[in-house]
T-cell receptor, first 115, second 110 residues
Framework: NAGVMQNPRHLVRRRGQEARLRCSPM?????VYWYRQLPEEGLKFMVY????????ESGMPKERFSAEFPKEGPSILRIQQVVRGDSAAYFCASSPYIENTDTQYFGPGTRLTVL | AQRVTQPEKLLSVFKGAPVELKCNYSYSGSPELFWYVQYSRQRLQLLLR??SRESIKGFTADLNKGETSFHLKKPFAQEEDSAMYYC????????????FGSGTRLLVRP
């Protein structure tokens, strides 16, 4: 099992462009979580998705950010019209099912730099 | 407010010395607490969780509800323990939502 995959590992965008971050969960996992880590801070929860459903997006900024986890293919975190404050490391995690706080397995992260 | 505080950004010890990485939390209910570790060039991974009450790689952590703490301890540090350590909390009502501290970098010197 290759583990949670994220790509790209590094992404550079200019202000106003769109950023698309992809996450492929571990085989057999149907739950995906996205976290953001700003410099010198801990990871902060953004969104929890199951296949074709957003379960909890309470940590997502209200504007410009969206996430999906389609029936086929990876989960996508989309940031429209990026600003410098979006520069951060974005981590994806997956778990097989929700039961007694099932362990989340993390990907290597995507480091987004906005110029 | 739900919060996890790790007061030390960096902890430097010599090999063989005891280690204690501090973690305090703020939560009104009974949370589940975790320690995650990230070794150099590796992914964030679960080290231990309080509900398991187990020792991993010689590390233990005891939940102290009176002091709202979950400090990570090891009696004799090894060089391979050098890593970034994150304490995390999982609320009862949304157990999937991990709330992380800002992390402590442990450096074990030879």
């Amino acid at each position: 099992n290759a583990g949670v995959m994220q790509n790209p590992r590094h992404l550079v965008r200019r202000r106003g462009q769109e950023a698309r971050l992809r996450c492929s969960p571990m085989k057999g996992h149907s739950h995906v979580y996205w976290y953001r880590q700003l410099p010198e801070e801990g990871l902060k929860f953004m969104v929890y998705l199951q296949k074709e459903n957003i379960i909890d997006e309470s940590g997502m900024p209200k504007e410009r950010f969206s996430a999906e986890f389609p029936k086929e293919g990876p989960s996508i975190l989309r940031i429209q019209q990026v600003v410098r404050g979006d520069s951060a490391a974005y981590f994806c995690a997956s778990s097989p099912y929700i039961e007694n706080t099932d362990t989340q397995y993390f990907g290597p992260g995507t480091r987004l730099t906005v110029l | 407010a739900q919060r996890v505080t790790q007061p030390e950004k960096l902890l430097s010890v010599f090999k063989g010395a005891p280690v204690e990485l501090k973690c305090n939390y703020s939560y009104s209910g009974s949370p589940e607490l975790f320690w995650y570790v990230q070794y150099s060039r590796q992914r964030l991974q679960l080290l231990l969780r309080h509900i398991s009450r187990e020792s991993i790689k010689g590390f233990t952590a005891d939940l102290n509800k009176g002091e709202t703490s979950f400090h990570l301890k090891k009696p004799f540090a090894q060089e391979e323990d050098s890593a970034m350590y994150y304490c995390a909390l999982s609320p009862m009502d949304s157990s999937y939502k991990l709330i992380f501290g800002s992390g402590t970098r442990l450096l074990v010197r030879p």
